[in-house]
C-alpha cells in the first residue's frame, strides 16, 4: 500500500472527442494531464461504448461534461460497466437543466461517488436535494478556468483605448426553451449593434453560426476591440423529465404562427426561477487576459467580477447605454479598467486550472483514503497496452464545416473559408456591408 504522504492513483477519463474542438473543453479536459498528480488516462466515448475496456486496471473513472448523459451518449453496456466497476466513480457535469431528473436517476443507480456541478453552492441543494442522494459528495466548480498558456494565445497586445473596433461580440441563438438568460445572449448584440451603427462606432457584432470564430483566430478577435459584451451563462429553466419540451411542441402545433416571445409567456415564463442557475462563463477570463473591457449585463458572474472595478455594467432594458459607450470614450478609465481585471483575475492565478486541478485531487485524495492503489510507475505501460485506443493525452478535434452538399462546393467553401480567415478581424463587418450582408 502507498504512504498516505504519496495517495497518487490511476484514473480514466471518458470523454467526447467529438467536442474538443472547442477551446474550453480541450483546455479542461488537458488540465488533469498537466497539474494532477494523479496519472490520468484518456478514453473516447464511442471507444468506451463499444470496445474492450479494463477499468480494473483504473482507480478512479471520470465521466466529463463533454459526454451529455442526459441523453443517451453512454450506452447501456457503458453503464453496467460503470456499476460493476469497484472503484471510485466521478462525474464532471454541465448544462444541468436538462433531462435533470435522468441525470439523477443515473448518478443514484451507477452510483456515483463524486459530481463536481456547476450549480451554484446556493442552489446545490435544491437540485440534488441530499435526501435523493445520499451516497453522493457534490462540489461546486465554475464551468472553466484560466489556462496558464491563455497569455500566448492572446499575444502582443495594444492598449485597449488605442483600438479601431468599439465594440465587439459573438454570441449564439439559443432556443426559447432555455429562458431569458438564453435569450439575452442575442438581445445584447442586436440592440447594441443597431446602437453603434445608428451613432457610427465601429463595431463588429455578430450571433449567427456561420460567423463563430475558432482557434487562433478568436483570441485575435478579442484583442481587436476595446470592449466585447457579455451576459451570464446558464438556464434558470429546468426541463426536470422532458416534459416542457414535450408542452413547447404540442404549443407549437396547437398555435404554428406563434412567434418565442408567445411560447416564453404561455409555456415557458411560469418555470423560471430567477438566480437559480446565473454563472460566468469562461469567455470572461478571455477577455481579462487580453485586455478588453467588459461590457456585461448586470449581475453576480459567481462572484469573480465587481461592477465598475472590472466590468462595466449594462441595464438589460437598454437605459444606460448612453453612459456606457461614454465610459468606452475615456481612455484613461478604459486602460485602468482593463488593467484591473488583468491583475485580479489573470495575473492573481485564484482562477487557474492549476489550481481548480489541486481542489479536484484534494478531493480524490479523501476518497482514496483508506484504498489500496496501483503503483503508477507499474500500471502506465500496462494500461496503454491492455485498454483500446486509450491516450496520454486527449484528442483535439476540427470544428465542423458548414454543410455543403457537392465536392465542388465543398471545395470552394473551404477556399473561402480559408481566405476569410486571413482578413483581420477589424476589417470583416466592412466587408460583410460590401456585400450587402449587413
Known sequence: ?????????????????????????????????????????YLDIQDFNHGLVTLELFDAVFLHYSVRLPFGQVSDVGLEKLRKFRGLRALFIQDEYDGTNTVKQIINSTPFDLVFSVVPKHSLGKIYPLDELPRTKFVNNLTGYVPDDLLDHVGQLTAPSTRFLTIAYRGRQLPIR??????????????????????????????????????????????????????????????????LQNDIECYRKKWPKATDQDIYRDVIEKHEIDGLMNQISPRIFEMAAAKTVMVLFEGSYSGVLEPF????????????????????????????MAGRAYRDIILSEKYSYRLFVNMVDSELKAMFEGLELLPIADA????????????????????????????????????????WQRIPVGVRPYIKRLLGRA
Open 1 to 41: 500500500m502507498q504512504s498516505q504522504q504519496n495517495r497518487c492513483g490511476n484514473v480514466l477519463c471518458i470523454y467526447a472527442g467529438s467536442q474538443t474542438y472547442t477551446t474550453t473543453v480541450f483546455e479542461h479536459l488537458d488540465a488533469f494531464r498537466k497539474y494532477s498528480k494523479h496519472s490520468w488516462t
Open 178 to 243: 432555455y429562458g431569458r438568460l438564453g435569450q439575452e445572449k442575442v438581445a445584447i448584440g442586436r440592440y447594441v449593434r443597431d446602437y453603434c451603427r445608428k451613432h457610427g462606432f465601429p463595431c463588429d457584432i455578430e450571433w449567427d453560426e456561420s460567423s463563430r470564430i475558432y482557434g487562433e483566430d478568436w483570441y485575435r478577435f478579442i484583442g481587436s476591440a476595446k470592449a466585447m459584451l457579455g451576459s451570464e451563462s446558464g438556464s434558470n429553466v429546468f426541463d426536470w423529465d422532458g416534459s
Open 309 to 336: 472595478v472590472h466590468f462595466i455594467p449594462l441595464k438589460k432594458d437598454f437605459s444606460n447605454l448612453d453612459q456606457v459607450v461614454g465610459l468606452l470614450g475615456n481612455g484613461m478609465e478604459v486602460d485602468a
Open 380 to 419: 502506465r505501460s500496462t494500461i496503454l497496452a491492455q485498454v483500446k485506443k486509450a491516450t496520454q493525452v486527449p484528442v483535439k478535434s476540427k470544428p465542423p464545416l458548414p454543410v455543403l452538399t457537392s465536392p465542388f462546393t465543398r471545395a470552394v467553401g473551404r477556399f473561402v473559408i480559408a481566405a
